[in-house]
């Protein structure tokens, strides 16, 4: 490999087949990103997670295409030469301008999203819509409720606004910060937005014909077949089912309401079809018109009073009273979220800012109803192809949950948790019942990586893909037992981030559950210590003492101890944990080849790595790094722990699979080793390759598909925010991992709510200031290494920690106080006052290939 202005790289097949591009490419200005039409990966399995490991074969070397990280615009040009530091923090507080930084990430259309690939999502928490302008106007209504299939309420057609979105002048804005999409072009506007207090998707139009007819629909297509019905000034499509086919079906009744009425002069609506209701209007005679189309959670009854409730006066309404509670939601929301706002010269930093502020709202938009918004890690609540649907809708698969799990606890929101939390409590009796037949009569919860929404882990006939089934194995989950320890261990993170002792007591069930089947399960060998032979999750199947066992064992039996306690409850359950705490097996060890096992003691020599189980020859599967999960989610390793982390950091470097799929949790776990350069490499390489929708929405693969996928973005903001401020084993970390060219303000939350608000300019942190959620002791890892350091009140300017050059700070705090920690040299208060701020984007944003918006 060789750098300069203009860079090559040509890969053999055999280097592409060995997915062995290298992690730190040796370049000044650019990193290569290797992409191949070849990497395209067939579906040929049931599972949620294709590998990374099979490629089409091409004749001779494989044609390459040049991603050059350096070559995207920049948003905002940066002189390290010329900059002076400035803080945010004024008078007791991080003063950030909300709507400005917000905005920031605004979603632009300079021509119109004509095609559905170009949706754009609106939201409410349970209703989500996919919206493009074909046809004038097209939104796909969807929910999470329209069980197990997940179907559409029905897509809704404005054609009159044809006129706005063929105009020479069209102008589009998706403003993050109300969620309302506006439009406009031949001297019309368009105002769209999902209710957020009822599920409604409200249109409001100016500028039309006074006297031009109009018209809107709401249809659904072939293979559905609904009631439709009018009344009025109302028109209904209702359909319901019965969940009674397949294994494990529920026999329950699920359906789907679609309804549409209008404001304007002469609404009438009336029935166009078996799948089709329709309401005609003329607009006011200032040529402003509403359509409102509801979809509420239906399981059968009376449709036109349903719909008559939910719309009630709304169609008449003044918009600004309309708008008010819409502003009020999201507006509260966005001052409860933990915002972020990068900066650097190639525009890199902007670019993922915007993608973390999207997640935010894309997820505040699809994850507030009774089952979570999305599975699989798809953004199932934005689906745009009718009822076509990744995977298997009526399932959960918990490891693409990370992410969002994660980037909403540091992100502050944890409220948007609450449905996956309650997706797995409500079902516990149920996969107990599910553990007991599946796993050999052992008690506990064994919880099914691929879940269905009942909680059952599919077909439990012998070799059939179920999860959590002995009989079913040797196959992709069948053995795949960790899963019920990670939601019991993001039900303990919650706890640890909100200090809710409430929460705890309701969740504990979680972590009690998976404890009592684990120690079921992993027998004593003769060697004193617990084995057993399980999944390493996908990626290796029935495999002797999986690195997943291990580390789940090593993370959930203390964490449960402690939750044991603080509640006062089972006593012979902590003291039969306690034990097994000392039984765990260390984690295997192995060369880079992947051939043997070595024991711990190969540490000494520097080359060993972390292996996915005792048996590192077996069969690979899936493109799992499963070798890292200690490091993360685990959080058993981090840049901290001497030889271990020396191992760690070489496992990293040597990981089988690099990149690959859109869950890539890469940049993770260079986060939390403190691989700054990594953290910046990987962000851009799996954004560039699989960030595909103008929404900033992704795809597994590298082309489009049928719906877009969440997880993506999630894990940017996971990344970012470990990337910044870290705290999971009790010892706060500033910038651990935060790249030396990105500029950043912002905040992150930690344990027991409290806020931690740091600026980085120019490869230095400027302000750091703790807003204490809890009264005790803050152990902090100082900014500035070598540095004399000091702590102060952040109101008072009273010192609490006399200058020192500790490598940790002892912070005392106590709750509703902020802290600032400061060098001596340069305190945080005789820096000059700059509010984080930021204004409305104007144009679309480009990353090498991809982009938000469109131009």
């Known amino acids: 490999m060789y750098c300069g202005q203009n860079l090559i790289e040509v890969l053999t097949w055999a280097q592409l087949r060995r997915n062995t591009v290298p992690d730190n490419i040796p370049c000044d200005a650019f990193e290569l990103k290797v992409m191949t039409m070849a990497s395209a990966l067939k579906k040929s399995r049931p599972s949620r997670r294709r590998a990374a490991i099979r490629w089409r074969r091409i004749p001779q070397l494989a044609v390459v295409v040049l991603v050059v990280t350096g070559a995207f615009p920049a948003a905002t040009a940066l002189s390290a030469a010329a ?119 409200i249109v409001d139009v100016t500028g039309a014909k006074p006297d031009a007819p109009q018209t809107a629909t709401v249809s659904l297509w072939s293979g559905r077949k609904p009631t439709a019905a009018a009344s009025g000034v109302t028109g209904t499509l209702a359909e319901t089912w019965v969940d009674n086919s397949g294994s494990g079906a529920s026999q329950r009744t699920f359906g789907s309401l679609g309804a549409i009425t209008a404001g304007g002069r002469n609404v009438t609506a009336a029935v ?26 239906w399981t059968g009854g009376n449709a036109a009073t349903t719909v008559s409730n939910l719309f009630g006066s709304d169609s008449t309404t003044a918009e600004a009273s309309l708008l008010a509670s819409q502003s009020s939601w999201w507006s509260a929301y966005w001052a409860n979220s933990g915002l972020l706002e990068l900066n650097s010269s190639d525009g890199s930093a902007q670019y993922l800012e915007n993608l973390r502020t999207l997640y935010l709202f894309t997820e505040a938009a699809s994850m507030r109803g009774t089952i979570p918004g999305s599975q699989a890690g798809v953004a199932d609540m934005f689906n745009f192809s009718e009822d076509k649907q990744n995977w298997n809708p009526s399932a959960t698969w918990l490891w693409n949950q990370r992410t969002q799990l994660s980037a909403n606890m540091s992100s502050g929101n944890f409220a948007l948790n609450i449905p996956t939390f309650d997706l797995y409590l409500d079902n516990l009796p149920a996969i107990e019942t599910w553990t007991k037949a599946q796993m050999g009569g052992a008690p506990g919860a064994c919880v099914p990586e691929v879940m269905r929404f009942n909680g059952n882990g599919g077909d439990p006939a012998p070799g059939a893909n179920a999860a959590c089934s002995q009989p079913g194995s040797p196959n992709w989950n069948a053995l795949n037992i960790t899963s019920g320890a990670e939601i019991g261990l993001y039900a303990w993170q919650q706890y640890q981030d909100t200090g809710d002792l409430s929460f705890l007591r309701k969740y504990y069930p979680l972590m009690q559950q998976a404890s009592i089947f684990l120690l079921d399960y992993q027998k004593v060998g003769s060697d004193g210590l ?53 039984q765990i097996p260390p984690y295997a060890r192995t060369t880079t080849k992947r051939t043997e096992v070595l024991p711990p003691s190969a540490d000494a020599g520097g080359t060993d790595i972390l292996a996915y189980s005792y048996e590192p020859p077996a069969k690979i599967r899936n493109g799992e790094n499963i070798d890292l999960e200690p490091v993360w989610p685990y959080s058993l390793i981090g ?41 910046r490499t990987r962000l851009i390489s799996i954004t560039q390759v699989h960030q595909l929708y103008i929404s900033g929405l992704a795809d597994l693969q590298t082309t489009v598909g049928t719906e877009p996928y969440i997880e993506q973005i999630s894990g940017v903001a996971t990344a970012l925010d470990e990337a910044l401020v870290q705290d999971y084993d009790g010892l706060l970390r500033i910038a651990p991992a935060w790249p030396g060219d990105w500029n950043v303000s912002g905040t992150v939350l930690v344990h027991d709510r409290t ?101």
Request: with cysteine.
């Open 639 to 679: 840049d901290n722990a001497g030889d271990t982390t020396k191992l760690a950091v070489r496992t990293y470097n040597a990981r089988q699979f690099y990149g690959g799929n859109d869950w890539s949790m890469d940049a993770i776990d260079a986060a939390r080793l403190g691989l700054a350069d990594a953290v």
């Open 530 to 582: 617990l084995h057993a032979v399980a999944n390493a999750h996908e990626t290796q199947w029935a495999v002797p003492d999986p690195t997943t066992d291990l580390a789940a064992d090593a993370a959930l039996f203390p964490a449960t101890v402690s939750a044991a306690k603080l509640l006062n409850t089972d006593g012979d359950l902590v003291s039969r944990l306690t034990t097994a705490e000392r």
């Open 83 to 201: 900059a002076t530091a400035t803080t945010a923090w004024q008078n007791g507080r991080f003063v950030v301008d909300t709507p400005g930084v917000v905005r920031r990430s605004d979603v632009v259309l300079g021509t119109p999203n004509s095609a559905a690939v170009q949706s754009l999502p609106l939201g409410n928490g349970s209703l989500g819509v996919a919206e493009c302008a074909a046809n004038g106007f097209t939104a796909q209504l969807n929910r999470a409720d329209t069980l197990p299939g997940r179907k559409s309420p029905g897509q809704v057609e404005i054609p009159g606004l044809t006129t706005l979105t063929s105009a020479a002048d069209f102008r589009g804005t998706l403003d993050l910060y109300t969620g309302v999409l506006t439009e406009s072009g031949g001297g019309m506007t368009l105002k769209a937005w999902v209710a957020s207090g009822k599920d409604e998707l």
């Open 272 to 297: 166009a079809g078996p799948t089709q209701v329709k309401v005609s209007f003329t607009p006011n005679p200032d040529g402003s018109y509403r359509v409102i189309a509801g979809a509420p959670t």
């Open 755 to 855: 806020k931690v608000d740091v600026q980085v300019q120019n490869g230095t942190p400027v302000t750091v200031a703790i807003q204490a959620g809890k009264t005790g002791t803050e152990s902090v890892r100082s900014p500035w290494t070598g540095q004399s350091v000091k702590v102060v009140n952040g109101s008072s300017g009273v010192v609490v920690v006399q200058a020192t050059t500790a490598a940790v700070l002892n912070v005392p705090v106590t709750a509703g106080q902020s802290y600032l920690v400061e060098p001596v040299s340069a305190p945080t208060t005789s820096l000059p006052f700059a509010q984080v701020t930021g204004t409305p984007a104007t144009a679309a944003k480009h990353l090498g290939p991809v982009q938000i918006g469109l131009g």
